[in-house]
């Protein structure tokens, strides 16, 4: 079994060489997509020689980068793409716990609210109230049975990957996604990772920084998602 890890990284001087490196005694084959940093991104990974990287001229969204790394899974033909942020929160030791859930599932999504771990931190309080909002609103719309609608840490098969038409560049890209999921019938499956938020006032940018505005692009993404997905019977990928 064929399997990339794929980081997407924006600014992420402070983390990304620890990251890469912990993520390689895991899963030897990584891709970075550097989306549009500012930082000393690009010079570190420069440093990285067996790392793969798509780099993205200007800042395109969270959901771009992970569009990129979709792309890049399906072209280069691997069985499993495992994507995981680079910023701390998620604990490349639980890889192997994505990849063994990954035989009886399409899509394995880590969840901060199945259990809890001693390393376990705080949730912004608002931060939880969004989470639990939306997962609730998208388990009850689509039939879903999720904990954790917001978590990064997953693991795609390729023909899951390959019937997924994402095209959502921000950060409502993972509604997308459970939309598209629910409508293909794709096997859904969470496991428990710790809750670790290591820059608790990190910020989203421009008026998501605000927890209602938030929300509602949030619910914005999710009725155009129910609104304009048509399964594709050819297996096609649209990188938007």
């Not at 939880?128 to 990064?152: P, Y």
């Not at 997953?154 to 939309?179: C, H, N």
């Not at 409508?183 to 938020?197: D, M, T």
Request: charged residues 25%; neutral net charge; proline residues 5%.
């Amino acid at each position: 079994m064929r399997v990339l890890t794929a980081i997407p990284v924006y600014n992420e001087e402070r983390h990304l060489v620890s990251v890469v490196h912990e993520v390689q005694r895991y899963s030897p084959e990584i891709l970075v997509v550097n989306d549009g940093s500012t930082d000393r991104t690009a010079e570190l990974l420069a440093g990285q020689k067996e790392v793969r990287v798509v780099t993205h001229p200007h800042n395109r969204g969270y959901g771009a980068a992970l569009i990129s790394a979709f792309t890049y899974a399906l072209e280069q033909d691997y069985d499993v793409l495992v994507t995981t942020d680079c910023d701390g929160q998620h604990e490349p030791a639980r890889i192997p716990v994505l990849l063994e859930a990954i035989h009886n599932a399409d899509i394995v999504s880590g969840s901060r609210y199945l259990r809890s771990f001693r390393q376990d931190t705080p949730v912004p309080q608002d931060r939880l109230r969004i989470n639990q909002q939306v997962t609730a609103e998208l388990n009850e719309r689509f039939g879903l049975n999720l904990t954790d609608a917001f978590c990064g840490f997953k693991a795609y098969r390729r023909s899951a990957l390959a019937r997924l038409q994402i095209t959502e560049t921000g950060w409502g890209m993972p509604l997308q996604l459970w939309v598209q999921g629910a409508r293909l019938g794709l096997r859904i499956k969470e496991v428990a990772v710790p809750r670790v938020y290591l820059d608790p006032n990190r910020a989203f940018g421009g008026v998501l920084n605000d927890a209602d505005e938030r929300l509602a692009h949030y619910r914005r993404v999710i009725a155009e998602a129910e609104r304009s997905f048509v399964p594709s019977c050819s297996f096609a990928f649209c990188c938007g």
